[in-house]
T-cell receptor
């Protein structure tokens, strides 16, 4: 039990739609990172937010965007969904944005795009 | 460009024996490595880490070995237990200091048989 929760657990969307995934970090953790895990692959870094500002981004297009709120919650928004966006989306919180800070993962949201 | 690689997608071991999970990396700038364990329907959980100034780190039944010249690390589990059955990921923080970006391998699914 990491204290990191995500909602919803599962979601089905159609191509072209928009989706919002939510994450609640551990209390006191001011950093949240989002990852995409395709089937049979390791998690791929999407971006990180530190104190409500983006603090690093992976190789994902601008239609992937995020928000972080003062109450330790955050969102991942994906516009114009494509079939390849079908994956498990993980958020991870950490106490700081330091590279050696342990990241605590939520259980993930499994997104299926038809 | 897969900078962290786990070339064995699966491993099956008898209970009580040693499990050895391998990981290779290509970027000599990596100076810290982590292992995460993931059960189905749960997020990855931090297991053990190692700094590049060490060649071994031990925590109970889990030991990680680092061979910098070979750019190789391994996780040893002794003795293996059925509850260790999970997917194991090795990961390294990005040396570009992109916040807490973790670069993951593809994962190895360990099955420990009673």
């Amino acid at each position: 039990e990491t204290g990191v929760t995500q909602s919803p657990t599962h979601l089905i969307k159609t191509r072209g739609q928009q989706v919002t995934l939510r994450c609640s970090s551990q209390s006191g953790h001011n950093t949240v990172s989002w990852y995409q895990q395709a089937l049979g692959q390791g998690p791929q870094f999407i971006f990180q937010y530190y104190r409500e500002e983006e603090n690093g981004r992976g190789n994902f297009p601008p239609r992937f965007s995020g928000l972080q709120f003062p109450n330790y919650s955050s969102e991942l928004n994906v516009n114009a969904l494509e079939l390849d966006d079908s994956a498990l989306y993980l958020c991870a919180s950490s106490a700081t944005s330091g590279s050696r800070e342990t990241q605590y993962f939520g259980p993930g949201t499994r997104l299926l795009v038809l | 460009d897969q900078q962290v690689k786990q070339n064995s997608p699966s491993l099956s071991v008898q209970e009580g024996r040693i499990s050895i999970l391998n990981c290779d990396y290509t970027n000599s700038m990596f100076d810290y490595f982590l292992w995460y364990k993931k059960y189905p329907a749960e997020g990855p959980t931090f297991l053990i880490s190692i700094s590049s100034i060490k060649d071994k780190n031990e925590d109970g039944r889990f030991t990680v070995f680092l061979n910098k010249s070979a750019k190789h690390l391994s996780l040893h589990i002794v003795p293996s237990q059925p509850g260790d059955s999970a997917v194991y990921f090795c990961a390294a923080p990005s040396f570009y200091n992109q916040g807490g970006k973790l670069i993951f391998g593809q994962g190895t699914e360990l099955s420990v048989k009673p």
